[in-house]
């Protein structure tokens, strides 16, 4: 039932199958499968070729499941079929985060990040796996006309300035999955041996700020709140890097504006590895230690993917990473 035939020796394989109906199909995959994970705003995506012939009917919105051996790795759905004048489909499939792109308006009050998934999944008719709690209550958000994918990061995303604790939204093979990235460590080092090259930046031109002001039009006193948390040596370092917003009603200013500040007053640091041997327990949002001498800086600390493509051939899986954060000596 696999594609590439197992062999002696053991070798690695992958079993691709699409159900229609009744029917499932085993095809036969050519070329590589690719399979892509983003950390927020993308469905995962799976990719591949396979040998068309009259006996094969599949069509849209057909489900599409990939093991690779014997491990779950992703189901989803057909939303494309590509075919020229060979006897071969080019087939894309998405997991449930593919709906995400929806729209719709909520007002949210007194929920927190979990709830409103629970609410959107029940709303939408998707599934739902393991959703953590995410521990904090958010007091209100109107989400006017958003997609789904953006009222889920708001939420997230207040979730993170207001606690820092930082969650990630998946498909875990057909269940939505939120969780801590605390709870998505992945025992695979990365180092100097791991992946054919690698690409490193540092940088304090995004997303990093040495002084948080946040402010709130108090309607009770008529007066202006603000709240100030700042890092003096580093803006002798680097000048001043001031982040600026008002705070809504029920926010915590004096909590929020340090946990901001812990959040971004440090250099942001990004690696892309190319053609690492792959494992499929690595996927966006997870966490892996990476262990390199660059020369310019030693690096030795756990790291965000951001981004992960896994290529299967044969009996063979790379691949390729984005990844970023990171305290560098």
Not at 60 to 69: A, C
Request: proline letters at 2%; charged letters at 25%; glycine letters at 8%.
């Amino acid at each position: 039932s696999s594609i590439y035939d197992s062999g002696i020796g053991g070798k690695m394989s992958a079993e691709l199958l699409i159900q229609n109906g009744d029917t499932v199909y085993f095809p036969a995959v050519l070329e590589d499968i690719k399979w892509e994970t983003e950390r927020y705003g993308s469905p995962g995506k799976l990719t591949f070729k396979c040998m068309y012939d009259s006996k094969l009917n599949v069509t849209e919105g057909n489900p599409v499941r990939l093991r690779w051996n014997g491990l779950n790795v992703f189901y989803g759905f057909i939303f494309k079929i590509e075919k020229d004048k060979e006897p071969v489909l080019s087939i894309t499939a998405y997991d449930q985060l593919r709906y995400f792109k929806n729209k719709d308006t909520y007002v949210i009050n007194g929920k927190t990040a979990g709830e409103v998934l629970e609410l959107i999944a029940a709303d939408f008719e998707l599934q739902t796996g393991d959703v953590e709690d995410t521990g904090y209550v958010i007091p209100s958000l109107v989400e006017d006309g958003k997609s789904l994918f953006d009222i889920m990061q708001d939420c997230l995303d207040q979730t993170l300035m207001n606690v820092g604790e930082m969650y990630v939204l998946y498909d875990d093979f057909g269940s939505l999955s939120l969780k801590n990235i605390a709870n998505l460590a992945v025992n695979i080092l990365i180092d100097s041996e791991t992946g054919e090259n690698y690409k490193y930046s540092s940088s304090i031109d995004d997303q990093t700020y040495n002084k948080i002001k946040l402010v709130y039009d108090n309607k009770n006193t008529g007066q202006r709140d603000v709240y100030i948390a700042q890092d003096s040596s580093k803006m002798n370092e680097w000048g001043m890097l001031q982040y600026y917003d008002k705070l809504s009603e029920g926010e915590n200013g004096k909590e929020k504006v340090e946990s901001l500040l812990q959040l971004y007053n440090r250099k942001s640091k990004s690696f892309q590895i190319t053609n690492a041997i792959g494992d499929v327990s690595v996927r966006a949002g997870c966490l892996l230690p990476v262990i390199l001498d660059l020369g310019v800086a030693k690096v030795q600390s756990m790291m965000l993917v951001e981004s992960c493509k896994h290529v299967f051939r044969e009996n063979e899986n790379f691949m390729n990473l984005t990844l970023r954060g990171g305290d560098f000596v």
